[in-house]
Each structure stands twice: as structure tokens, then as C-alpha cells.
């Protein structure tokens, strides 16, 4: 027996990929956008809404614009800083003053961070500075508050991005510095090129698809940052004492699933955010597309 005289029999193995495909991926998409025009509550459709649920999120809605703004300082203070950092120190990495056993610690130690939860992280915070039974900051909390100028939340959230990112990304621009020729660093040193120059000129043309890549893993992970600020905050019912932890998953998250459950809204503000992510990742590659060519 051929696939020829059985014509069907590749559609026929594909259907349960695209059955599970359709039910688990695409019915909840097209629902979710169907959604977001509607006023839903959690039993039943209560009214056609249109455009307002967007337009009230935009305008009037300060919880949401507020997370935005949370969103935005994180990304300067936890998602840009652990790539300046990165460059330099996969470039460090990648020198001949490293031993190559030395090296390969160097590696596996970098990447404990991105594995470790940051549920876990934001527990392991709580446990440190704070004291349980007095209720009071430990000297640890006043230190970080100290290091990082901002408020409790904005510190906590920075630092852990910090962490978590850094030695991922060094690898990522590790792994794509030891790609590049070295011939091309050679004839830049004959010719008198400074390291900078150097950096500039060569490495960082030449890394920017692995920049590309990590950068936007950044934007994806810190604007759908909700396990850490929802631990932090203690659930859904810290949201309106402590708003600067807010961030636009988690708010997603407390209109659908918290006491107002009004998932029309919650689906609107979720197309919204995922607009807001396509826009910061497309100006992204236009960049990094212009900067290899």
C-alpha cells in the first residue's frame, strides 16, 4: 500500500494535531477577541460593549495605566541593565586570560539564576527581610532599598530581573561571540582598532540577531511578569494597597479571576498588551535588521 492510492491518509494523521491545535489554541484566541467587545460576566453575556472596554482601559481606567507605567520602569532598570552588563562581560568571557575549565564553571554557575523560580526568589526576599515574628525590615530589605533608589516594589522587581537575566545573557552573547572569526579582529588589531572601536564595528553588527533574540525575550517575560508581583503583592487583594507592583498580566489576571470577574474587560486589556508586544518587538527588528545590513 502507497500514500498515493490512499490520498487521505496524510490528512488523516494529521487530525488529532489539528483537532488539539483548533480546541485548545484556536477556539480560545477567536474567543477571547469575541470577548473583549462583550460585557461577560462569568455565567453569561450581560450586554454588547463595542469599543468601550478598549477605549475605558486607554482613557479611563488609572489600575491599568499605572501597570503600563510599572511595566515601562522595570523594563529600564531590570530588562536594559543586565544587557549593558552582559556585553562586556561575555566579551571578558570570551578571553584567552580565562582558563577553559575555569570557563565551563563560569557557565553552569551563570546559569542558576534562569532556572530558579522567581516565586521562589520573592519567598526566599520575604523570608530575609523580614522579621516573621516582629514584623519588622531586616537589615537586608534597608540594603537593597539603599543600592537600588526606588521605592520597595520597583527594587525587589528590578533586582530579581537582574538576576535572573544576567547570566542568561551573557551566555547568549557568549555563545555568539565564539561564532564571530577571529580574523576579523585580528586585521581590526593590525590596523590600530581600539577595543571599542572594535565592539562597535564589528561585534555588535555581527551579535545582533543573538541581541535581537534576547532583548526580546526580555520584553516578553517583563510585560507578562505576573507570578513574582502577585506573591509579592499577597494575591489579588493587595492590589489596591500596593499598586506599584502592579503590572498588566497581573491586572489581567484580577479583573478575570479576582472579585470583579468582568472578562470581557480582562480579554480587551489581553489584545491590548499583546498589541503592545508585537509594536515593541516589530520596532525591535526593524532596528536590529537595520543595524546588519
Known sequence: ?????????????????????????????????????????????????????????????????GSLKNVSLLLLTGGILPHLLALPLAGFLTSKYIHEKTRSVFKAILLIPYMISGVGLVMLYWFSAYDINAGT???????????????????????????????????????????????????????????????????????????????????????????????????YQGVMHNRDALTPAYYIMYIAFGPMSIFGKASAATWILLLIILSAVGLLRMISRKQEL
Open 1 to 65: 500500500m502507497s500514500i498515493k492510492s490512499k490520498p487521505y491518509l496524510p490528512y488523516m494523521l494529521l487530525l488529532p494535531f489539528l483537532l488539539l491545535f483548533g480546541f485548545f489554541y484556536l477556539y480560545p484566541v477567536i474567543a477571547s477577541f469575541v470577548i473583549s467587545f462583550l460585557e461577560y460576566g462569568p455565567v453569561r453575556i450581560k450586554s454588547v460593549k463595542g469599543l468601550n472596554n478598549y477605549i475605558s482601559l486607554l482613557t479611563r481606567d488609572f489600575l491599568f495605566q
Open 137 to 235: 525590615p531586616t537589615a537586608f530589605n534597608r540594603m537593597i532599598l539603599n543600592f537600588i533608589p526606588l521605592n520597595e516594589s520597583y527594587s525587589v522587581m528590578t533586582l530579581l530581573l537582574n538576576w535572573k537575566f544576567l547570566g542568561w545573557n551573557i551566555l547568549l552573547y557568549y555563545t555568539g561571540m565564539i561564532g564571530i572569526p577571529k580574523e576579523y579582529y585580528e586585521s581590526a588589531y593590525i590596523e590600530g582598532v581600539n577595543a571599542f572601536q572594535r565592539l562597535r564595528k564589528i561585534t555588535i553588527p555581527l551579535l545582533s540577531p543573538i541581541i535581537f533574540f534576547a532583548v526580546s525575550l526580555t520584553i516578553l517575560y517583563s510585560l507578562q511578569l505576573f507570578d513574582e508581583p502577585f506573591v509579592f503583592n499577597g494575591g
